[in-house]
Protein backbone atom coordinates (compact mmCIF):
# COMPACT_ATOMS: atom_id res chain seq x y z
CA UNK A 1 0.00 0.00 0.00
CA UNK A 2 1.14 3.17 -1.06
CA UNK A 3 1.24 6.64 1.20
CA UNK A 4 1.10 8.62 -1.25
CA UNK A 5 -1.75 10.95 -2.33
CA UNK A 6 -3.47 11.00 -5.68
CA UNK A 7 -1.04 11.95 -8.51
CA UNK A 8 -1.81 15.67 -9.20
CA UNK A 9 -1.87 15.98 -13.39
CA UNK A 10 -4.62 13.41 -12.79
CA UNK A 11 -7.20 15.51 -11.21
CA UNK A 12 -6.87 18.25 -13.94
CA UNK A 13 -9.38 17.89 -17.29
CA UNK A 14 -7.50 17.31 -19.84
CA UNK A 15 -4.30 17.13 -18.77
CA UNK A 16 -2.10 13.95 -19.88
CA UNK A 17 1.35 14.19 -17.79
CA UNK A 18 3.03 16.48 -15.18
CA UNK A 19 5.22 17.96 -17.00
CA UNK A 20 1.47 19.56 -18.81
CA UNK A 21 1.15 20.86 -15.46
CA UNK A 22 3.91 22.54 -15.24
CA UNK A 23 4.13 24.36 -18.62
CA UNK A 24 0.69 25.41 -17.80
CA UNK A 25 1.44 26.80 -14.38
CA UNK A 26 4.84 28.50 -15.51
CA UNK A 27 2.46 29.92 -18.69
CA UNK A 28 -0.48 31.34 -15.89
CA UNK A 29 2.18 32.57 -13.81
CA UNK A 30 4.39 34.52 -16.52
CA UNK A 31 0.76 36.27 -18.21
CA UNK A 32 -0.01 37.61 -14.68
CA UNK A 33 1.25 41.58 -13.74
CA UNK A 34 2.84 40.29 -10.53
CA UNK A 35 3.94 36.92 -9.53
CA UNK A 36 1.11 34.80 -7.76
CA UNK A 37 0.99 34.36 -3.76
CA UNK A 38 0.61 31.07 -2.20
CA UNK A 39 -2.61 31.68 -1.38
CA UNK A 40 -3.40 32.32 -4.96
CA UNK A 41 -1.42 29.65 -6.44
CA UNK A 42 -3.44 27.45 -3.83
CA UNK A 43 -7.01 28.90 -4.69
CA UNK A 44 -6.25 28.57 -8.58
CA UNK A 45 -4.84 25.13 -8.84
CA UNK A 46 -6.27 23.68 -5.67
CA UNK A 47 -3.33 22.40 -5.03
CA UNK A 48 -1.53 22.22 -1.31
CA UNK A 49 -0.13 25.24 0.12
CA UNK A 50 3.15 22.85 0.54
CA UNK A 51 3.21 22.17 -3.41
CA UNK A 52 2.13 26.00 -4.32
CA UNK A 53 4.78 26.54 -2.40
CA UNK A 54 7.77 24.14 -4.34
CA UNK A 55 5.94 25.45 -7.91
CA UNK A 56 6.38 28.85 -6.83
CA UNK A 57 10.13 28.03 -6.07
CA UNK A 58 10.88 26.32 -9.15
CA UNK A 59 9.47 29.00 -10.91
CA UNK A 60 12.04 31.50 -9.36
CA UNK A 61 14.62 29.23 -9.58
CA UNK A 62 14.17 28.94 -13.46
CA UNK A 63 14.44 33.17 -13.76
CA UNK A 64 10.85 33.20 -14.61
CA UNK A 65 9.01 36.71 -14.14
CA UNK A 66 5.74 37.56 -14.54
CA UNK A 67 4.64 40.09 -17.18
CA UNK A 68 5.42 42.90 -14.53
CA UNK A 69 8.90 41.92 -13.86
CA UNK A 70 8.37 40.89 -10.35
Do not use: D
Amino acid sequence: MSTRGAIYSTAIAGVESHTEVIFRFAAWAQSRKVLPSISEIVNHWGMSRASACRYRKAFLNAGLTAKGGQ
